[in-house]
């Protein structure tokens, strides 16, 4: 480790998150799961095929439009699972609540979390609840854990992106990012935008009904479009050309990332996927996405190459191409 | 609810925490597995029977004699695990850090947690990492989430203590708390204590091997020996009888509760656990106990009765009896 200390960097899902991870903590806990470094993770109970995922909320402010941290955190869980293929059946939450907190706005979130629980039909079957003294946490931070069920011969991972394959992104990017910082920092627009916040598993379950063979499926959370697709990119040894032109973009918010000086490719989504899908069956994958809310306005953005493993390229508006690395800093602590 | 703010009680793991659980968590969360309150949960996959568990770890000081925030949490989870006779496989983790904690600091508890994880025999098999700006949290607070499996035939519950049952305690009571809180005030004793920190699932499948009709097994944390034991007289519909004499105590602990004003059935442990079993059984269960180093203290406390269900009596020392009721204030906060 460079530092000594720990540095908001390390938590912005982006290049830094990664170093501490690999150069720290997987120092410590080595196993096979762990190292696959995905989304959830796959775990045996006899012959059984299940998958297991963690996340903590720690987003500030706990209301915005389109959402509040508890429907985030129950679908943040939810989407961690479905990215493996996987159909979530169970959840944990485990709560850290500030002394002073309204137990209205508790409700609140209760109520959300509730709801967006019966939405993705997944339980919550077991809890935990802290309290700790005003000022030793910022009013409620929420763990979910997550457990699904990895049907037999379903094996989607970031490790299995192939050249050929087509990139598609199930609808706009950096809602959710720029929805929170504005909020955040009591900025006025005259355009309006909200968090994507929403479970993706039944939109997974539409696609690999048309496409057994999809190979790798993300959510573009902390670090954005960006750093998820460096991620395929890496695990799977292959590289990826992105068309600037085809990203899916809300106008409004392009207009106040653009005021802010904030590239959309890097904040977060919390609703969105990106697949890659062998190219003969894109057609069909789309059409079925278009059948559904959360996939209404899916299209490619661009496909896997085999050429610059490791690396992806965006081919920009104006025809020119520039490197796209992971997110390096943070501009966004407490996303999500 | 009474109030309309969150209070430390509410984190007790007492008598205001079950409230805030009843009143207002279970309200919106439905299902026959929540509201079993058990530490960890049945959940059946297919006809494979599993337990799942969370809990977030917001202990102050996060160094103490005798361990650290780190090792408690995976003892903790391991815990609620084996305390339905379930055996403990895998554990997710999630960090929340703040801005400035020291990477060595960290790099410690990464090390007690991975020492743990391979002494309880489970393994980390996904995790997160959020970081959160200066002053949002204190240092660091650590959810894991575990699931187990639960071997056929395994029933035990806080819900199947029955009249005639001997109520055996693996060890001393009260030093986790006292050498937590001791630590955090800066207070100088002359006597030595150290937290019990340790993972009980070994010792558990010592017990059933020889019983394999243990019928209640919980740790008694949060809110202590007295609030646990209530706990098991509600579920289970029966009184239960103790004897302040038979409760073992470590001289320097009983010295510093006095000092200190603490009643020790009210303090938390985090390395025993207490037993309902069947009194024809009780001897060569404690037999079994003594063979292993958690279990070397072992002994009978007192005994489930018909009368007063739902009641705790401990019969003094001086022969009179008074009714011991849950925790009702919260003495402790971040104890665990």
Same mark, same amino acid.
């Given at each position: 480790?460079?530092?000594?200390?720990?540095?908001?960097?390390?938590?912005?899902?982006?290049?830094?998150?990664?170093?501490?991870?690999?150069?720290?903590?997987?120092?410590?806990?080595?196993?096979?799961?762990?190292?696959?470094?995905?989304?959830?993770?796959?775990?045996?109970?006899?012959?059984?095929?299940?998958?297991?995922?963690?996340?903590?909320?720690?987003?500030?402010?706990?209301?915005?439009?389109?959402?509040?941290?508890?429907?985030?955190?129950?679908?943040?869980?939810?989407?961690?699972?479905?990215?493996?293929?996987?159909?979530?059946?169970?959840?944990?939450?485990?709560?850290?609540?500030?002394?002073?907190?309204?137990?209205?706005?508790?409700?609140?979130?209760?109520?959300?979390?509730?709801?967006?629980?019966?939405?993705?039909?997944?339980?919550?079957?077991?809890?935990?609840?802290?309290?700790?003294?005003?000022?030793?946490?910022?009013?409620?931070?929420?763990?979910?854990?997550?457990?699904?069920?990895?049907?037999?011969?379903?094996?989607?991972?970031?490790?299995?992106?192939?050249?050929?394959?087509?990139?598609?992104?199930?609808?706009?990017?950096?809602?959710?990012?720029?929805?929170?910082?504005?909020?955040?920092?009591?900025?006025?627009?005259?355009?309006?935008?909200?968090?994507?916040?929403?479970?993706?598993?039944?939109?997974?379950?539409?696609?690999?009904?048309?496409?057994?063979?999809?190979?790798?499926?993300?959510?573009?959370?902390?670090?954005?479009?960006?750093?998820?697709?460096?991620?395929?990119?890496?695990?799977?040894?292959?590289?990826?050309?992105?068309?600037?032109?085809?990203?899916?973009?809300?106008?409004? %918010?392009? *207009?106040?990332?653009?005021?802010?000086? =904030?590239?959309?490719? +890097?904040?977060?989504? $919390? @609703? !969105?996927?990106?697949?890659? %899908?062998? *190219?003969?069956?894109?057609?069909?994958? =789309?059409?079925?996405? +278009?059948?559904?809310? $959360? @996939? !209404?306005?899916?299209?490619?953005?661009?496909?896997?190459?085999?050429?610059?493993?490791?690396?992806?390229?965006?081919?920009?508006?104006? @025809?020119?191409?520039?490197?796209?690395?992971?997110?390096?800093?943070?501009?966004?602590?407490?996303?999500?």
């Amino acid at each position: 480790m460079k530092n000594d200390r720990i540095l908001l960097d390390h938590g912005s899902g982006g290049r830094a998150s990664q170093q501490l991870v690999s150069d720290l903590i997987l120092r410590y806990f080595t196993n096979t799961s762990l190292a696959q470094l995905e989304d959830s993770t796959e775990i045996y109970v006899d012959w059984y095929r299940l998958t297991f995922s963690t996340d903590s909320y720690v987003v500030d402010p706990i209301f915005f439009p389109g959402g509040n941290i508890g429907d985030l955190a129950i679908n943040g869980t939810v989407n961690d699972i479905a990215m493996r293929g996987a159909i979530p059946k169970f959840l944990s939450v485990g709560f850290i609540l500030e002394e002073g907190l309204l137990i209205a706005d508790f409700e609140k979130i209760l109520v959300s979390m509730a709801m967006a629980a019966r939405k993705a039909n997944v339980q919550v079957v077991t809890g935990d609840t802290k309290v700790v003294p005003r000022g030793a946490a910022d009013k409620i931070f929420i763990n979910t854990s997550g457990i699904g069920v990895l049907l037999d011969g379903r094996k989607i991972s970031g490790h299995n992106a192939l050249p050929g394959d087509s990139i598609i992104i199930s609808g706009t990017i950096a809602d959710h990012g720029v929805t929170v910082l504005t909020q955040r920092e009591g900025l006025e627009f005259s355009g309006s935008f909200a968090s994507d916040s929403q479970a993706l598993n039944h939109l997974v379950e539409a696609m690999i009904a048309v496409c057994p063979d999809i190979h790798s499926l993300r959510d573009p959370t902390r670090g954005g479009l960006a750093t998820t697709l460096n991620e395929i990119a890496e695990q799977s040894n292959v590289g990826i050309q992105l068309h600037e032109d085809a990203i899916p973009i809300n106008q409004d %918010v392009r *207009a106040a990332c653009e005021l802010l000086g =904030l590239d959309p490719l +890097y904040l977060a989504n $919390e @609703g !969105k996927l990106v697949a890659c %899908v062998p *190219a003969e069956h894109t057609k069909k994958v =789309l059409a079925a996405m +278009y059948n559904r809310p $959360e @996939g !209404k306005h899916a299209c490619v953005i661009g496909n896997v190459v085999a050429d610059d493993p490791g690396k992806v390229w965006l081919v920009t508006a104006i @025809g020119g191409s520039r490197l796209v690395d992971m997110l390096a800093g943070e501009p966004l602590p407490r996303i999500c």
